[in-house]
């Protein structure tokens, strides 16, 4: 099986724009996890979509949004880009909820974000 | 609520020296509890898990670990490092596998290994 891929793998904005980061979970998984890395402050749970609906939420602002497709593709989306949104954006992707291994999560490679 | 605790940030072995990385978890029932490594710049690999059985958990380029529920720990050795090992490694805990609902998995923060020739 594929594993999981993330678009693109390295993105520079500029502070007050928007950003839209992508990924495609292996195969017949259904849960999508977003993660944020950064060296001060470690990884970070940002939100988890199962069968398109978000069901569960760390603790980001509002700037801070996702969703997830039909197909359990997912989306990430940062407005009004702050300098300290640079980081390395991580997507897991598992089987979910009722299945085997559920919580199992397998990484993609990541997204570097730099905010000039 | 989980939690999980990775006391040692950075840890210096010499290669061919044996490892061990130190995880402690809390939770309220057995969890399940897994190995991440990272290589920089790179995205998290999976290791080993241990949903539950022998406790004494196999993975992935030589690596072992262990689940001690008395200790709540589930430390990761390695008998002989090798120079490649060198990276940051996580343990993660999520919920057991008939809780249901949609608890999300929790990683620790993380300890950095350096191999010394």
């Known amino acids: 099986k594929a594993g999981v891929t993330q678009t693109p793998r390295y993105l520079i904005k500029t502070r007050g724009q928007q950003v839209t980061l992508s990924c495609s979970p292996i195969?017949?998984?259904?849960?999508v996890s977003w993660y944020q890395q950064t060296p001060g402050q470690g990884l970070q749970f940002l939100f988890e979509?199962?069968?398109?609906?978000?069901?569960n939420k760390g603790n980001f602002p509002g700037r801070f949004s996702g969703r997830q497709f039909s197909n359990s593709r997912s989306e990430m989306n940062v407005s009004t880009l702050e300098l300290g949104d640079s980081a390395l954006y991580l997507c897991?992707?598992?089987?979910?909820?009722?299945?085997?291994?559920?919580?199992?999560?397998?990484f993609g490679p990541g997204t570097r974000l730099t905010v000039l | 609520a989980q939690s999980v605790t990775q006391p040692d940030i950075h840890i210096t072995v010499s290669e061919g020296a044996s490892l061990e990385l130190r995880c402690n978890y809390s939770?309220?029932?057995?969890?399940?509890l897994f190995w991440y490594v990272q290589s920089p710049g790179q995205g998290l690999q999976l290791l080993l898990k241990?949903?539950?059985?022998?406790?004494l958990v196999q993975g992935i380029k030589g690596f072992e670990a262990e689940f001690k529920r008395s200790q709540s720990s589930f430390n990761l050795r390695k008998p002989s490092v090798h120079w490649s090992d060198a990276a940051e490694y996580f343990c993660?805990?999520?919920?057991?596998?008939?809780?249901?609902?949609?608890?999300?998995?929790?990683f620790g923060t993380g300890t950095k290994l350096q191999v010394i020739p």
């Open positions: 241990y949903f539950s059985g022998d406790t």
């Open positions: 897991a992707s598992s089987p979910g909820p009722g299945q085997g291994s559920s919580h199992t999560q397998y």
């Open positions: 979509y199962f069968s398109e609906t978000q069901r």
């Open positions: 939770y309220g029932a057995t969890p399940y």
């Open positions: 195969s017949g998984h259904r849960s």
């Open positions: 993660a805990v999520g919920p057991p596998l008939n809780s249901g609902g949609y608890q999300k998995v929790t």
